[in-house]
């Protein structure tokens, strides 16, 4: 197996823009997914392959992908936006699949 | 809307057994991919157990041997029997469904605490 780290959290003020990033060296051959996940709820697919949106998911959340770092970026930060925030990899292809969720990222809106 | 629902999460003794059901609605469960995924009280996510449409299965190392994913296509239900509870397999357990590599649908999940 291996290993996704994010950083423990992040803060910013409303209107601001946050980024989140995740590193790991399978990342540099494999899509990245993330997810937002507010306290006591499920987690939500926010990003797909390092930088598809799903569909209802505002604009303001982006994804990009450099070599073994991947980051999802929230341009004009809202309240709402204050999550609990996993990446996960994954190579379903593969003779054995190997799902991997990063550390996660505690995002407050100050 | 598509929906996932989790039933069967209570407390069990450790070495106990349990059966946790994913009732599928507006699709149907044979014709894709469905995993279990947990997260320990205060904790991140772990992937537990993977059911592909043509059958195989797949475990995580942690419950490889002890747990047993499968399907009722008759009820379009996805189905995690746990034997040898430990407790450590304290979580909340959510099934999802994958989607380009990823978990799309994710269901409300269901607490199972393993505890004497």
């Known amino acids: 197996s291996y290993e996704l780290t994010q950083p423990p959290s992040v803060s910013v003020s409303p209107g601001q823009t946050a980024r989140i990033t995740c590193s790991g060296d399978?990342?540099?051959?494999?899509?990245a997914y993330w997810y937002q996940q507010k306290p006591g709820q499920a987690p939500v697919m926010v990003m797909y392959?390092?930088?598809e949106r799903p569909s209802g998911i505002p604009e303001r959340f982006s994804g990009s992908s450099s070599g073994t770092t991947v980051t999802l970026t929230i341009t004009g930060v809202q309240a709402e936006d204050e999550a609990d925030y996993y990446c996960q990899s994954s190579d379903s292809s593969a003779s054995y699949p190997d799902y991997v969720f990063g550390t996660g990222t505690k995002v407050t809106v100050l | 809307d598509v929906q996932l629902v989790e039933s069967g999460g209570r407390l069990v003794q450790p070495g106990g057994s349990l059966r946790l059901s994913c009732a599928v609605s507006q699709f149907t469960v044979s014709t894709i991919y469905m995993s279990w995924i947990r997260q320990a009280p205060g904790k991140g996510l772990e992937w537990v157990s993977l059911l592909r449409s043509d059958g195989s299965t797949y475990y995580a190392d942690s419950v490889k041997d002890r747990f047993s994913i499968s399907r009722d296509n008759s009820k379009n239900t996805l189905l995690l029997q746990m034997d040898g509870l430990r407790v450590d397999d304290t979580a909340v357990y959510y099934c999802a469904r994958e989607a380009f590599g990823g978990f799309d649908i994710w269901g409300q999940g269901t607490m199972v605490i393993v505890s004497s």
């Open positions: 399978a990342l540099a051959k494999q899509h």
């Open positions: 392959k390092d930088t």
